[in-house]
């Protein structure tokens, strides 16, 4: 009888973690392309930098196959995969220079201005704006202090929520609503008479680069 193809792409976050706990790569590999957008956007939010935060991906998610046998669901399997991008990360961050801390600063009543997802337009000059806009909001992300930075990603850009972004840092949310405030207004400031877009699209980590950091880490297994 003919067996038919495991469709891993369609199969559900707990079947995936089941077979990969059973030695199962191909299933390693489904679920490192389902988390390699967020875990990258973390990465980065950290270390600032494109290939250190593939390094770092690739290197938690060797250490995230040695230990998932281990692993029980107490949480969410990427709000693991997440605590171990960042304590990856920001062991390669306390190497490179020491930690900068920030105050907790006092958040003030004041609207802010929102970025909502820009809209699908298949013309050639609307792409071209929409891909420079997308730069010069990544250029101001890369700008905000790494307090905010970090937080402004899991809120904004992965769409955490309060609690889940304060427990993956080890902070409390009003620390998350009040460093989420300053990172707003420091874009702001820097960014208000250019944009009116929003942040979804900000630093992609898909097709090939995802498919590369699959493989890179299964052939280290």
Do not use: H
């Amino acid at each position: 009888m003919r067996q038919t193809a495991t469709d891993y792409a369609a199969m559900r976050e707990e079947g995936l973690l089941l077979l990969t706990q059973r030695g199962d790569r191909d299933a390693f590999r489904a679920i490192m392309q389902r988390f390699n957008q967020r875990l990258f956007r973390v990465a980065r939010a950290v270390v600032n930098n494109d290939d250190e935060a593939e390094d770092v991906l690739q290197e938690s998610y060797l250490k995230a196959f040695a230990a998932i046998g281990g692993f029980r669901g107490e949480s969410g399997l990427g709000t693991w995969l997440t605590a171990i991008t960042l304590n990856e990360a920001r062991g390669r961050l306390r190497r490179r220079r020491p930690t900068a801390s920030l105050d907790v600063m006092e958040e003030a009543g004041v609207r802010v201005i929102p970025f909502p997802g820009l809209a699908e337009i298949p013309d050639p000059e609307a792409e071209a704006l929409r891909s420079e806009v997308r730069g010069l909001l990544e250029k101001a992300i890369d700008a905000l202090p790494d307090d905010f930075r970090i937080v402004f990603m899991l809120r904004e850009v992965e769409g955490c929520s309060v609690e889940e972004t304060a427990a993956q840092l080890a902070i409390n949310p009003q620390t998350v609503r009040t460093r989420l405030f300053r990172a707003r207004q420091c874009l702001r400031q820097e960014l208000a008479a250019k944009l009116a877009s929003g942040v979804d699209g900000v630093f992609p980590f898909m097709g090939a680069r995802c498919t590369r950091i699959a493989d890179r880490v299964l052939a280290r297994l």
